[in-house]
């Protein structure tokens, strides 16, 4: 029985998991977390809208009657190519074949210190510290008697005016013009200032402009001060300085703008191509090392006419490509070719509203948000969890109450060494 190690545990390296067959393959999941994720709704957890568990799923759960899978936790350090095996934080795995499903990380473009200075919702938890700034911020300036301190700690900079970048826009501008009224009566709404810098001339970039435009107004009635064609070009001692060398203070800067693959130290520079990703041919196959080597996801470089900069880094082709690659994996044969269907693209802008592209057509308002409801539903894993979202939210779309708004600070000691990475 030939051994599958795939590295990651996300939409891709999941659904791959699930569609190998049971008697043909053994495998092997590692990833650093023990949880699959759900990256669509890190802002509301970032936001206290949404609880961590409600967007995960154990993966050991999911393994539970999978006899022919095993989950190992790790990090990967190293894959050696040669030796076919893969060293994590805490072992070292044999592999037949590999699947690299990592996804992608913060791109912070060389900018010098962003990654230790700047807070972000690329992962579980990133999200939940960044919403323990947020609380902490909003509790500190509480307490705060000099007026012009309490303007510096409630200012906010989201920087990348796409829909990462958008959704925790809307959803700080929530917390500015409901939850501020409502729960701190020692702030005023104004107090807090939310500012989102968009390299670029409109919002929501990959979308259509009435999208855009629809993002902007929207923001904007929540109170996010946007500022297109901005780029940041550094950010030290709480200053933002910006490509026109002004400045200005920002005590909390989120960062969305930009992805760059997970590293996979051990794979020679030329099986990457453009971001980091790793080049692979129309079955998700690396060029090369076809037999033994396959990646699949936002990690994967799939270059076709149609996508010369590969495919958008979207749940919907990191499923479709492992669903694919299971099939040609299945019938030992890789005859099915990958085909990409673009299903739309969608985002919030604050509680009721939202924008979609799909197809020719966009929607926008009520709509749109009922359509992103069901179809973030649809994908979210567990009926648990799809239970617990969905009253979560029409909960919060009856009251702005939420039982989530807690400071939770973790312990420092004893240290985790192990952990450090
Ligand atoms: C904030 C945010 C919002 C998004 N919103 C949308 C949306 O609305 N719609 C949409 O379609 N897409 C959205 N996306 C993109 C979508 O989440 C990705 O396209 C999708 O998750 C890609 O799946 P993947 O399996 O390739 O990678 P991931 O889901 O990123 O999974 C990668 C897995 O690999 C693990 N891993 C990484 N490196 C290592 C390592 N060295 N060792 C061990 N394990 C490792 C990680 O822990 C993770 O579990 C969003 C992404 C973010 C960050």
Known sequence: MQTIVIIGGGFAGLTLARHLHKKKYRVKLVDRDNFHPFPPLYYQVASSGLDPSNITFPLRREFRKMKNTTYHLGHVKEIDIEAKTVRTSYEMITYDRLVIAAGTRNNYFGIDKLAETTYGIKSVGQASHTRDEIL?????????????????????????????????????????????????????????????????????????????????????????????????????DKIITLADNSSFYCETLIWTAGVTAEPMPGLPEKLLGHGGRVIVDVYNRVPGHEDDICAIGDIALMQTDRYPRGHPQLARPAIDQAVNLARNLNAESFIRPYRYRDLGTMATIGKHKAVADIGPMHFSGITAWLAWLFVHLMTLMGMRNKINVMLNWIWNYITYNSSLRLLLRPVKYPLRRHWGD
């Open 136 to 236: 902490d911020r909003l509790e500190r300036a509480a307490i705060c008697t000099d007026p012009e301190r309490r303007k510096e700690l409630l200012s906010f900079v989201v920087v990348g005016g796409g829909p990462a970048g958008v959704e925790i826009a809307g959803a700080l501008g929530e917390i500015k013009k409901y939850i501020i009224p409502r729960e701190y009566p020692e702030l005023k709404p104004s107090d807090m200032n939310i500012t989102l810098l968009e390299g670029t001339d409109r919002l929501l970039h990959s979308m259509s402009t009435k999208a855009s435009e629809k993002a902007f107004t929207g923001l904007k009635e929540l109170m996010v001060n946007i500022r297109l064609k901005t780029s940041l070009k550094g950010y030290k």
